[in-house]
DNA sequence: TGGAATATTCGAGTTATGCCGAATTTGTCA
DNA sequence: TGACAAATTCGGCATAACTCGAATATTCCA
């Protein structure tokens, strides 16, 4: 039986949180985590542990592990409280680091093709891997274009 | 003990098949799966379940679902050879499905933000949705932009 | 420094995932 | 169509990942 008497978020948000969820659950997050994520996004100001286990309905170690998780992803950010011991929770706003693992990933996938290319034998594969090397070294590198643009613009407003 | 007689594979070759799964590891895709795609990375020609049951060291079984999967991503295709029951996996040459996938997430992401403008009370937070929406539609569409050039270019070559 | 409030870690139970060999199904040729 | 070869599915086992409540550690105030 659902707890409805500490209710803080809606029905629309609930399901926005679970959308989200479904999203980044593929990639490799935590179920919690990602529904953490979509609880903060939400959120007007940080949150506290408690109020994420409340509105979340999960316990408040799991509380604490996804949210220090989603802070070693840096998608999340503590905000200690002067003078009190509670810590707050809030989505970092350098949201540009959701993509910077995809970038990562696709440096050393390219690295890592055209290093191959010395230990294929025959010249078609060599070709390919260096085809495939190029691709995403261009893909990259306009997603980082992209993201420098984007970090300048932002800068000026 | 290691099976050394049939081994079709170099100690290098197999170094990077390892490397190629740590890379993919992380992003969801099985070990298995993950070192079969490094594995055909490598191969001069399409491969038959038993050959890569064998240089893989893994079951015909398990060789049959992780190029199965692979082959759901599109990293892989499948190739029947006339006049044979045999089939034969190839590494797709729309290597720019790789990116397809990271794409959709973004779309789905950016719509699910802007969506979501509409139930959050706070006009702040109402703005870091948009800002966050844009900036993940802007990535996007910098790495379809380049996937189209690249995939022009490929075509005239 | 002691004590209360809070966060974090630990150990156990549960669930999900991956791999394998055996059984089944599918596809090809005679 | 029968028989054979290959791919696929199935059930069980082992391992890893998550979640939780309890125990422990940390932080702040008096």
Redesign the pocket.
């Known amino acids: 039986m659902p707890n409805l008497s500490n209710m803080n978020i809606t029905e629309v948000q609930r399901r926005f949180i679970e959308e989200i969820a479904e999203l980044f659950v593929p990639w490799g997050v935590?179920?919690?985590?990602a529904r953490l994520y979509g609880y903060l996004l939400l959120c007007p100001e940080a949150a506290?542990?408690?109020s994420i286990a409340v509105d979340l309905?999960?316990?408040?170690?799991?509380a604490?592990?996804?949210?220090?998780l989603l802070e070693r992803y840096t998608l999340v950010r503590r905000r200690?409280v002067?003078?009190?011991?509670?810590?707050l929770y809030e989505v970092s706003d350098q949201y540009d680091e959701i993509l910077a693992g995809q970038n990562r990933m696709l440096l050393s996938l390219s690295d890592l093709l055209r290093g191959a290319e010395e230990i294929v034998p025959a010249a078609a594969t060599r070709q390919r891997l260096e085809d495939m090397a190029d691709f995403y070294d261009t893909a990259r590198r306009a997603m980082d274009e992209a993201r420098r643009k984007w970090s300048k613009s932002k800068k000026i407003r």
Do not use: F, M, N, Y
Request: proline share 4%.
């Open positions: 935590p179920q919690t985590a506290s542990l408690d309905e999960i316990s408040k170690s799991s604490s592990v996804a949210a220090r200690s002067r003078g009190s011991k509670r810590i």
